[in-house]
């Protein structure tokens, strides 16, 4: 709202042939109001509480030629399920189908906890469904809710809090605790608990904007709470050498058709460092495979699977932009020569979709990750032994991503290229690889004083340790 502190109030004029016979006018800014009464009493209150607000040095609305306390408190009476949904109706339109499902996951977690009483309240999982399945998804906002969910929905938006509410550390504070608790009350997974404290932080942050708290400040940002420790590194015990590799892509190889199909998926997985999401959406035209030498990978698009509930089109999967990219953005991989004829023998062998992807179902439909992820179970158990089965070795295939940047920062690849051909920043990958990157570290380190050995002599060496 336009804000400015050039008031003038004026006396009550007094029109006697009126009913409302007393008139208060100010001007904000270049504009006037008036409001009628038909007692001089009320028009004088009134006068005194607009002149009260100018001593106090408070600004004027130029919309409304209303105080700014006053508008707060007016948009303050909107609850926190109405400010919820209107976050929603926000964001929905540019969000990805699967950061849909994840708002709506995140805000029916908060929302139960943020009531002004439990009198009458619906169960839990009631309440869960109303909110994740209808109050939070905007496709069904046009349709009528079954009886339960209707209930449901009726009793949170009658005994939600309002939003200004959240400026109270207690209510916050019950925000928080929520978000961290699964249904069942177990603890939720960190990374779920962290991914639910950035939505709350976006809905205040969008309360801030409209103005309902009675500063500027993000409320949550003024609360001493610590979200339960994630770990982002990648266990070195995850991560499989090329030799491995090599066997479980065997082991793939050998689980049938389908095995012998994604062989070529999973190594892209690996020897491009790919998101399977990425490999999903690959098509022949984004490969150049030349007959020698290495060849080029250029990734466009990534294929994520959220549910028909949460995509326009009603399908299950959505594709999108290179995640963290611009649309139409690209990321070229460069690949080594055993796998550029691996991926050509596969186009010789399969062909590919009728829209040009190399990997597909019988049908020509999108791989399924419980699909891929058979495949994959199978072809552990076939080749690794016992024990290393029963490890977090090459767990899951995304691992095989971990394994892949882990061996191009081992080989001495510049961080900033292995960043790059991965698809993130920097940051990004001295976190979530400091383990490998400080082993890294410590070859180079042991390299350089090789090298200062052989200017130096192992006599002369400033600082060689015994």
């Not at 001495?412 to 570290?441: F, M, N």
């Amino acid at each position: 709202m336009p804000l400015t502190y050039d008031v003038r109030i004026y006396a009550i004029e007094t029109r006697k042939d009126r009913r409302k016979a007393f008139r208060l006018h100010w001007f904000v800014g270049e504009r006037k109001y008036s409001k009628s009464y038909m007692l001089r009493a009320q028009a004088d209150g009134r006068r005194s509480e607009l002149m009260s607000a100018v001593r106090r040095g408070e600004q004027f609305d130029t919309e409304t030629g209303l105080p700014a306390s006053e508008i707060r408190a007016l948009r303050g009476a909107i609850t926190w399920y109405e400010h919820t949904r209107f976050y929603i109706e926000r964001k929905w339109p540019a969000a990805p189908a699967k950061s849909r499902k994840n708002y709506a996951d995140a805000l029916a977690t908060i929302t139960p906890a943020l009531v002004t009483t439990t009198v009458g309240r619906p169960e839990p999982k009631v309440l869960r469904r109303a909110l994740y399945g209808w109050a939070y998804n905007l496709l069904r906002w046009e349709q009528e809710p079954p009886g339960e969910v209707a209930e449901a929905l009726r009793w949170i938006a009658t005994h939600s809090l309002p939003v200004s509410a959240m400026e109270d550390a207690r209510n916050m504070r019950l925000a928080l605790d929520a978000l961290a608790l699964k249904l069942d009350g177990t603890p939720a997974a960190p990374k779920t608990a962290q991914r639910k404290r950035a939505c709350l932080s976006e809905v205040l942050g969008l309360a801030v904007e409209e103005q309902y708290f009675s500063s500027t400040i993000n409320p949550l940002t003024t609360i001493k709470w610590s979200a339960p420790r994630s770990v982002e590194e990648v266990d070195p015990g995850s991560v499989a050498n090329p030799r491995q590799v090599r066997e479980l892509l065997r082991g793939v190889r050998e689980q049938g058709a389908r095995g012998a199909h994604l062989e070529a998926f999973f190594g892209c997985l690996y020897f491009a460092a790919m998101r399977p999401a990425e490999a999903m959406a690959l098509r022949a035209d984004q490969c150049h495979l030349p007959d020698r030498g290495w060849g080029t990978l250029t990734l466009r698009q990534g294929t994520v699977r959220a549910g028909r509930a949460w995509t326009n089109d009603g399908r299950a999967h959505e594709t999108r932009q290179l995640k963290a990219r611009a649309e139409k953005d690209s990321r070229p991989v460069p690949i080594p020569p055993h796998f550029v004829t691996l991926l050509r023998r596969h186009l010789t062998t399969y062909g590919t979709a009728p829209d040009g992807r190399l990997f597909r179902t019988n049908r020509n439909g999108l791989l399924q990750e419980t699909g891929y992820g058979e495949v994959w179970a199978a072809a552990r158990a076939a080749v690794l032994s016992e024990t290393e089965a029963a490890s977090m070795l090459a767990r899951r295939p995304y691992d095989l991503r971990h394994a892949g940047v882990s061996f191009w920062l081992s080989s001495g690849v510049d961080p900033a290229e292995c960043a790059r051909r991965a698809g993130h920043s920097i940051a990004v990958l001295l976190r979530v690889y400091a383990k490998v990157v400080s082993h890294t570290r410590e070859r180079a380190n042991t390299q350089i004083e090789n090298a200062l050995g052989e200017w130096f002599g192992s006599g002369e060496h400033p600082g060689k340790t015994d």
